[in-house]
């Protein structure tokens, strides 16, 4: 089944060292994954990370899932893109961007989540000009001005929008090239986002999009009991209210039923269900005790 998507893994928020955060890269890249993503939450600086990890592991791809366009306007992101970029080589460095949720909008940040959506378009929209061959942004728009050039040379990193949402979800297709998601199942990918994100894309003649799927994974062969570990976690993320809509919408009453849970057969049967719904690339949270986390890690970079 390693046909049709390439695998993943995402490398956790609980990274407190630079040392730590590249000594995941190193392994997942020993252990054969095709991609590590870093999230940006209130800990390490993950364009900071990936630079060092891109310059010290070779041969793996680099992402953020995902950086919130809060906080950072377009011109010192493209810069940081591009230097991270520049420093892992050509076809490696995926720059992925997000909205966040209200709570922490608002709380971290004290940016209104009221016209998120059309701030993120603005952003995107000088972030694409300075990584063009031009290396040039001339955007005044309602929320940001950016009006810069920059004689950085060196690699243009492919960029991926966090996009529940319909309105998100066409702008990643119309200006990105694809989405990230997560807490979203197979039902929903299929129904809500893969048919969407493609006419957005298609419609602004860009290439097929990218459909990365981050999803909670465990091989294990005891269901019962990760199942019982795993469900306060699960719980706990759906909280959040962009999340409960996804559960909902995945038809199921229990947040622990979006795990990509059980023995490799199992396992395998979801992840097609995945493909079929259209994931291109899977970046797996890998969950559960430490020999069920090692299993898991095996069984996953098989599937490339």
């Known amino acids: 089944m390693g046909g049709g998507f390439d695998v993943g893994l995402f490398a956790g928020s609980d990274a407190i060292s630079v040392s730590d955060a590249v000594a995941r890269v190193r392994r997942a890249a020993a252990e054969g994954f095709g991609m590590v993503w870093l999230p940006q939450t209130n800990g390490l600086d993950a364009f900071t990370v990936l630079a060092i990890a891109g310059r010290e592991v070779p041969d793996i791809g680099l992402g953020t899932a ?3 366009i809060q906080g950072r306007h377009p011109i010192p992101l493209a810069l940081q893109a591009l230097t991270a970029a520049d420093a892992a080589g050509p076809g490696r460095l995926t720059v992925g961007l997000g909205v966040t949720h209200p709570s922490l909008s608002e709380g971290w940040f004290g940016v209104p989540y009221r016209g998120i959506v059309d701030v993120c378009a603005e952003v995107i929209e000088a972030l694409d000009g300075l990584l063009s061959p031009e290396r040039r942004a001339d955007v005044v728009g309602e929320h940001l001005t950016a009006r810069v050039s920059t004689p950085l040379e060196g690699p243009r990193p492919s960029t991926v929008l966090a996009a529940l949402g319909p309105r998100m979800l066409e702008l990643a297709g119309r200006t990105t090239d694809g989405t990230v998601t997560w807490m979203t199942g197979p039902a929903a990918l299929s129904r809500d986002i893969t048919p969407l994100l493609r006419r957005a894309a298609e419609q602004a003649a860009r290439p097929s999009p990218r459909i990365v799927v981050g999803i909670p994974v465990c091989v294990t062969d005891d269901p019962a009991a990760a199942r019982e570990r795993l469900a306060p976690m699960m719980a706990r993320v759906a909280t959040v209210p962009s999340y409960a809509r996804k559960v909902a919408a995945e038809g199921i009453d229990d947040p622990v039923d979006l795990v990509v ?17 259209g994931m291109t690339e899977l970046c797996a949270n890998v969950v559960g005790t430490a020999d069920e986390q090692a299993h898991t890690r095996e069984f996953l970079a098989s599937l490339r």
Request: aromatic share 4%.
């Open 261 to 277: 849970l059980g023995d490799e057969d199992r396992v395998r049967e979801h992840l097609a269900r995945f493909v079929d719904a």
């Open 66 to 68: 995902v950086v919130p």
